[in-house]
Every structure is written in C-alpha cells, then in structure tokens.
C-alpha cells in the first residue's frame, strides 16, 4: 500500500512533467505564430508586387506562346 508522501511524491513528478510538457508546447505555438507571420507578410508583399505587374503592363499577363513557335 502507497503511503502519503509516496503518493505526494508521484502527484509533484506529474505535475513537473505536464509542466515542462506545457512549457515545450507554447514554445512550440509560439515559433508557428512567428512562422505564420513571416509567412503573411511574404504573401502580401507577392501579392503586391503582382498587383504592381499587372497595373505597370496592358492587364493581367496572358499565357501566350512566343513569336518562334
């Protein structure tokens, strides 16, 4: 039979493990978020500089084959 503190021991070693287990994880969230911004911020400057494309020619670039063909 377990006796207080061995069950007092068991109960303060799992809540050290689900806390470094929660502190891995927000680290973890923490780095995607920074990921998911990087990742915005390079897809609005594309989307801009194709925006910028299309106004600069005569509208959106056609896919048309070239003169040798």
């Not at 061995?6 to 780095?31: F, G, K, Y």
């Not at 609005?44 to 600069?56: A, I, K, T």
């Amino acid at each position: 039979m377990k006796t207080d503190d061995n069950r007092l021991q068991e109960l303060e070693e799992t809540v050290a493990h689900q806390a470094a287990d929660i502190d891995s994880l927000s680290q973890t969230v923490n780095e995607q978020w920074k990921q998911i911004d990087a990742l915005t911020k390079a897809f609005l400057r594309f989307r801009d500089q194709l925006s910028d494309m299309e106004e600069g020619g005569n509208g959106p670039h056609e896919n048309t084959k070239p003169p040798h063909y």
